[in-house]
């Protein structure tokens, strides 16, 4: 492992960052030959490797791979085999992603020193972010974070989330007093499963800390809007407990009501009018800025899907704090961190640090013209990878990772786009998730997915002689939830045909079966955002006036594209063309229940 142990903080992080990237090359090299050391016996290297340790071995033996290859290794470690098929470590849990296979959540393998490598990234951020603004040891961060409900595998292991994972930690929980890290939230309220009553305490405890909050925040931008909507519809509550000074009846978690004890001491009814004052306006413009006047910034993911949010968060805090991403990771690997945080949005690009996994780069072209041509399945050469340090300015990569925790030439799905470097470090903009169309929170529906949905749903027409001819969808966060929408071109054929408009037929009924019908085949992740989590609303189909995809079709033409190689996108990202679509709708139907969701055991 490279460093001390990885315990940087203030003016030595910043060093440890330089000696890093300017070294790229080289800690690269001494991470995968380590790899190679450790892991050389495996079941899994040895197929390929012969127990050969050497680098050029690697590079031409080993394929590269997606979750399909490694996922039967992964399944044996589940149910109890030794850790030693794919690594020369104890694998201590099971990581799940936000992907998914066979619709159930991917298992990421995770061993102890994972731990040290992903709080060694969160003890950058501070360092770095004092560079840009300061005085954050003079007051309180209010983040919202939140754990999901822990599984086991058939053996034993802990199948859980990364972020649970770490605040579950004693890298988290034992934790030093830290002035740059001083946060409202008590541990216990971040550690209790139930998400609204943490929900509740964690903004409770922002609000009474509301004249000592210097930083706002949570994972994604999602979840820190979710707390907003969260806030209009609970804010007399909390001010009817910060004037009492006694915890509302619905937190029933012994742990919540302990900590929160302390914060509730006595009654505050001037800090309670304060907040009613505020929250009791007509509009909520700027809100962020009235409830924590001292806030200088929000913190949260805005990069990939979660850009959708970035007009909503300007609205509530009135465009007057910056939005900050501070890092690039997944349940697979801790990526790297942004050294310029203050950046807009749209320029945010993460240095790839080389003591975090052993990168390798799936070449897309120089303007993205690949972006779309290799196929998640598709077997991809082991000659056409680059290096870290090989990558060229401006073109675009997949990202491919190899990991003493046994994942070794993986891809991990993220297009990046080469922005520029830090040393001999490149510095990436995340483009997109590869094959995603949709996602609102921690789902994420391809295209494949969408269309198996569909097809399953469009057989509830059939009885009707009706047929559905075209559809896209797009996803909608104008108001909170978000949810998806499908836009459906439906016509009726044969001499029986009932119409679709015609009152014999309960129209809202088989659309709204429609509905829950695409909802039931997507996957496990949007079904638990949908039913447990409550992150994602219902399903809307729109059903759209006969010829509305031709005059889709018209409108791309004319923009550029050609008839020849037209296909009907099964994602809209142009406001212009869901305006084209919106001004075409014949009526709207909702899924009218939550979608079938059972904890996996």
């Known amino acids: 492992m490279d460093g001390k142990k990885l315990e940087y903080k203030g003016e030595e992080a910043l060093k440890e960052i330089e000696r ?8 690269q090299f001494k991470f995968l030959k380590e790899i190679l050391t450790r892991n050389s016996k495996t079941e899994y290297l040895s197929k390929y490797m012969k127990g050969s340790k050497d680098v050029s071995a690697f590079k031409q033996c080993v394929p590269v791979i997606t979750y399909k290859a490694i996922q039967p290794y992964i399944q044996r470690i589940a149910n109890g085999e030794d850790s030693s098929l794919i690594t020369g470590h104890p694998i201590t849990e099971m990581l ?7 619709r159930k959540p991917k298992m990421m393998p995770s061993i102890a020193e994972d731990l040290d490598r992903r709080t060694f990234l969160y003890n950058l951020i501070m360092p770095i972010m004092n560079q840009y603004v300061p005085g954050l040891d003079e007051g309180k961060a209010m983040f919202l974070y939140f754990v999901k409900a822990e599984m086991s595998t058939p053996c034993g292991l802990p199948a859980r ?18 002035p740059f890290n001083n946060g409202t939230s008590p541990d216990q309220t971040i550690l209790c499963n139930d998400s609204n009553q943490s929900m509740y305490c964690q903004l409770l405890s922002g609000l009474v800390h509301r004249h000592q909050v210097l930083r706002l925040g949570a994972v994604f931008a999602s979840a820190f809007l979710r707390a907003i909507s969260f806030l209009e519809r609970n804010w007399v509550n909390f001010c009817n407990d910060i004037r009492t000074g006694q915890l509302d009846p619905f937190i029933t978690d012994p742990e919540c009501r302990l900590s929160m004890a302390p914060l509730l001491s006595l009654p505050n009814p001037s800090l309670a009018d304060e907040i009613k004052d505020i929250c009791s306006q007509t509009s909520w413009k700027g809100i962020l800025c009235q409830l924590w006047p001292k806030a200088k910034y929000i913190e949260a993911v ?5 850009a959708q949010y970035i007009p909503a968060l300007e609205y509530y805090s009135d465009g007057k704090l910056p939005l900050v991403c501070t890092m690039y990771a997944s349940s697979e690997c801790y990526f790297g961190v942004n050294l310029e945080p203050l950046c807009d949005p749209a320029d945010v690009a993460y240095t790839l640090l080389p003591n975090m996994g052993y990168f390798e780069f799936i070449p897309l072209g120089e303007n993205g013209t690949r972006l779309m041509d290799i196929d998640e399945d598709e077997e991809v050469r082991n000659d056409k990878l680059v290096d870290l340090v090989q990558v060229r300015l401006g073109c675009y990569y997949e990202l491919v ?22 040393n001999e470090a490149p510095q990436f903009r995340f483009i997109c998730r590869r094959n995603v169309v949709l996602s609102i929170d921690n789902d994420k529906t391809n295209e494949e997915d969408l269309h198996k949905s569909v097809s399953v749903a469009k057989k509830l027409l059939e009885p009707f002689n009706a047929l559905l001819v075209e559809y896209t969808s797009y996803a909608d966060t104008s108001h909170l939830p978000g949810h998806y929408v499908l836009y459906w071109e439906i016509i009726h054929h044969g001499s029986s045909v009932v119409d679709l408009d015609s009152s014999t037929l309960d129209v809202d009924k088989v659309l709204q079966e429609c509905c829950i019908a695409v909802e039931e085949e997507l996957d496990y992740i949007y079904r638990r955002c949908r039913t447990h989590d409550k992150s994602v609303g219902p399903l809307e189909i729109r059903v759209v006036e006969p010829g509305t995809f031709e005059k ?38 909702f899924s009218p229940r939550d979608p079938k969701w059972i904890p996996l055991l």
């Open 302 to 306: 805005v990069t990939g899907s979660m």
């Open 161 to 178: 989330t990364v972020l649970t994972s770490y605040y579950k930690s004693s890298h988290f929980k034992c934790r030093g007093l830290d």
């Open 401 to 422: 990772v190899t990991t003493f925790a046994g994942l070794y030439r993986y891809r991990i799905g993220d297009v990046l786009q080469v922005t520029g470097f830090h």
């Open 552 to 589: 889709l079709m018209d409108y791309f033409i004319s923009q550029g594209g050609s008839i020849n190689q037209y296909k009907t996108p099964r994602c809209i990202k142009s406001n212009k063309a869901l305006k084209l679509l919106d001004s075409n709708v014949k009526a709207c139907f």
């Open 96 to 102: 799940c992603s936000s992907g998914t296979s066979g």
């Open 20 to 27: 890093l990237t300017a070294k790229a090359d080289k800690v």
